[in-house]
């Protein structure tokens, strides 16, 4: 697609249970990130990937959070043991560029932990 | 510290009404200042790339401008439709990630009423 893609929309899972996040990147953009948006707030950086180098996992919460990414495409971010705390807007967006230019973002993925 | 900050955190026009909304930053190294515009229930929207002071861009009714301390979205006989949140972003050395990640300012909401 022109965009990058998320899903599922949303999800609604109970407190304890293991999620997971699906993002595709624009074809070619080698640079992808994932942000978390909590409700009234701004957007909070979790992770950070950009072709075969290390990612930058400088902003993840707490060690339930973890997130892959295969072939240098598709990311999936992973939530475990979720907690009412997590919930919130999980927003991916890529980038052609390491380190300069636009990031663009997907519709972003609502999680509700109940 | 080094920062991002926008204000006002809310606006309320009138249709026609012009006015701008600020982001001002303290770091060093900018490697671009980007503004987003979002929806409710959607992901940031990108309107704009800046690099350096005294550049330019327009967009409909939207002017962006940047100097060495700010950056301003001026919004020229806004509509209701203009009514959205808007967010600044920047990459700069001197934060972390070394500009590898966009970090946001918390957003100005912005009505605009008939």
């Known amino acids: 697609g022109a965009g990058v893609s998320q899903s599922p929309s949303n999800k609604v899972t109970e407190k304890g249970k293991d999620v997971e996040l699906r993002c595709d990147p624009i074809?070619?953009?080698?640079?992808l990130y994932w942000y978390r948006q909590s409700l009234g707030q701004g957007l909070e950086f979790l992770i950070y990937f950009q072709g075969n180098s290390a990612p930058d996992k400088s902003g993840l919460p707490s060690d339930r959070f973890s997130a892959e990414r295969t072939g240098g495409s598709v990311s999936t971010l992973t939530i475990q043991r979720t907690q009412q705390e997590d919930s919130a807007v999980y927003l991916c967006a890529s980038s052609p560029n390491t380190g300069w230019g636009e990031a663009f973002f997907g519709q972003g993925t609502r999680l509700t932990v109940v | 510290e080094d920062q991002v900050t926008q204000s006002p955190e809310a606006l309320r026009l009138q249709e026609g009404e012009s006015s701008s909304l600020n982001c001002s930053y303290t770091v060093s190294g900018l490697r671009g200042l980007f503004w987003y515009r979002q929806d409710p229930g959607k992901g940031p929207e990108f309107l704009f790339t800046?690099?350096?002071a005294g550049e330019e861009k327009e967009k409909e009714r939207l002017k962006a401008t940047l100097t060495k301390k700010e950056s301003f979205l001026h919004i020229t006989a806004p509509k209701p439709e203009d009514s959205a949140t808007y967010l600044c972003a920047v990459r700069a050395v001197s934060l972390p990630g070394g500009g590898n990640k966009l970090t946001f300012g918390t957003g100005t909401q912005l009505k605009v009423e008939l």
């Open positions: 800046l690099y350096s």
């Open positions: 074809s070619g953009h080698t640079a």
